[in-house]
């Protein structure tokens, strides 16, 4: 099973991207099982949690990006998206996705996000 993740690079800020991850392998668990979620990581920070959709498509995010985010999973494709709007220098990481099914975990390699002027 393996993730990857596109869309990342460099946005100023005030200005959007749309993260996709999208899965292959998927045979012993179908992908639509998983819960997907995305993480970030800063330079000097601990990853940290920014959205996760579940199978049923219910979704959650962390307070620094609610309003601003939106993870959306389209099971057909395989794929997650996390569209990120009104992005600050704050947003600055490398932005990786997860899939989980129950004790089954798989990361993707990450994609950079810089937000800068």
């Known amino acids: 099973e393996q993730l990857v993740e596109s869309g990342g690079g460099l946005v100023q800020p005030g200005g959007s991207l749309r993260l996709s991850c999208t899965a292959s392998?998927?045979?012993?668990?179908?992908?639509?099982?998983?819960?997907m979620s995305w993480h970030r990581q800063a330079p000097g920070k601990e990853r940290e949690l920014v959205a996760s959709?579940?199978?049923?498509?219910?979704?959650e995010y962390s307070d620094s990006v609610k309003d601003r985010f939106t993870i959306s999973r389209d099971d057909v494709k395989s794929t997650v998206y996390l569209q990120m709007n009104s992005l600050t220098p704050e947003d600055t990481a490398v932005y990786s996705c997860?899939?989980?099914?129950?004790?089954?975990?798989?990361w993707g390699q990450g994609t950079q996000v810089t937000v800068s002027s």
């Open positions: 997860k899939a989980q099914f129950i004790s089954r975990v798989h």
């Open positions: 392998g998927f045979t012993y668990v179908a992908f639509n099982l998983y819960a």
């Open positions: 959709i579940t199978r049923f498509g219910l979704k």
